[in-house]
């Protein structure tokens, strides 16, 4: 288990002084009813929610709170965490019990469970600048990822659109720019009572949730 143990803090980048936290955080109740990640599970999931919350807010900060909500509910939910857990193998180095060697259907929750129990591990055994590192490194690909608010901008406009006017927005494909396996395209949106606002994107889709974002900035909606 030792020579497991300096291969995950390699593979997670951080050094435990108090190698006990670790251990625990690996530890499912299957393996052990009393010493397990339970706790250490409940706190990892409190303290990742306040450094995504807080993150997210400097990175957005003109973002609608329905938005960062959405954003931080798909950070912090089970499958992102299981994802993570797949990609550093994590169950490779977890201490299961018999009847939970073969993970198959409750899999992921347990994975995951296990990331949020090693982010408590480490809050304990530092302090919140570690846990954000740690975190930043491994959600990193996640946080910056805004899929959700262009589509989440396209659909309040049309919404407001059809609420106040009756009539859906109208996209116009402006042009198409860039090198053929890099294109760049540009799109106009319009709503009645509005001007005509353009979007940039790698793709039409992109191109018009970005001009459906800047005319519901515009529109202060």
Same mark, same amino acid.
């Given at each position: ?44 999931d409190?303290?990742?929610? !306040?450094?995504? $919350?807080?993150?997210? *807010? ?11 909500? @959405? =954003? %931080? ?13 797949r ?25 995951s ?29 996640? !946080?910056?990822? $805004?899929?959700?608010? *262009? ?11 059809? @609420? =106040? %006017? ?54 202060n909606?």
């Amino acid at each position: 288990m030792r020579d497991k143990i300096k291969e995950l803090e390699k593979v997670i980048k951080y050094s435990f002084k108090n190698k006990v936290y670790l251990t625990q955080s690996l530890t499912h109740k299957s393996f052990d009813n009393i010493n397990n990640n339970e706790k250490l599970e409940f706190l990892g999931d409190r303290v990742l929610g !306040l450094v995504i $919350s807080q993150k997210l *807010l400097e990175k957005f900060p003109s973002e609608k709170e329905g938005v960062i909500d @959405k =954003k %931080f509910a798909n950070l912090v939910n089970k499958k992102t965490c299981f994802s993570i857990a797949r990609k550093i193998n994590l169950k490779k180095f977890m201490k299961l019990g018999s009847s939970h060697k073969h993970l198959e259907r409750s899999a992921d929750k347990i994975v995951s469970d296990c990331l949020e129990a090693i982010i408590g591990a480490i809050y304990l055994d530092s302090d919140i600048k570690s846990v954000q590192k740690f975190i930043f490194y491994f959600w990193e690909s996640y !946080l910056n990822n $805004s899929i959700i608010t *262009l589509v989440d901008s396209k659909t309040q406009l049309q919404e407001y659109s059809l @609420k =106040k %006017f009756k009539e859906l927005p109208k996209y116009i494909f402006h042009k198409k720019t860039g090198l053929q396996h890099k294109p760049f395209f540009k799109t106009e949106v319009q709503i009645p009572n509005s001007k005509k606002i353009s979007g940039t994107g790698t793709s039409k889709k992109n191109a018009q949730q970005n001009a459906a974002s800047k005319l519901l900035k515009i529109l202060n909606v």
